[in-house]
């Protein structure tokens, strides 16, 4: 089965910068797009970006587009968001997921990871 671990999360400043990381493992076959969401406390699972592996067409949320960017990196199976100009309604954990066809519905990725957070202060 597919195993998904974020990393990178932390504290930082406001107008600050992060790097998360998801390290995928395990060997599934109908695994097509991944995706970054993210959750605040009392508040759903928020769509941030994902990417078509294949093709590496990437979808972003208006919330978070031109302060982040979302890579690939085939030879270590990793999944990386480049989080820039960081504002503090940022905040939340951060989940890496992946699943079978196009979506900013969680309910609709078969793989999670356990969420790494991220908290930015003003």
């Known amino acids: 089965q597919m195993q998904l671990v974020e990393s990178g999360g932390g504290l930082v400043q406001a107008g600050g910068s992060l790097r998360l990381s998801c390290a995928a493992s395990?060997?599934?076959?109908?695994?097509?797009?991944m995706a970054w969401f993210r959750q605040a406390p009392g508040k759903e699972r928020e769509f941030v970006a994902r990417?078509?592996?294949?093709?590496?067409?990437?979808v972003y949320a208006d919330s978070v587009k031109g302060r982040f960017t979302l890579s690939r990196d085939n030879a270590k199976n990793t999944l990386d968001l480049q989080m820039d100009s960081l504002k503090p309604e940022d905040t939340a954990v951060y989940f890496c997921?992946?699943?079978?066809?196009?979506?900013?519905?969680?309910?609709?990725?078969?793989?999670w990871g356990q969420g790494t957070q991220v908290t930015v202060s003003s």
């Open positions: 395990g060997r599934t076959s109908n695994v097509f797009y």
């Open positions: 990417i078509h592996w294949s093709s590496g067409y990437i």
């Open positions: 997921a992946a699943g079978p066809q196009m979506s900013r519905l969680p309910g609709l990725y078969d793989y």
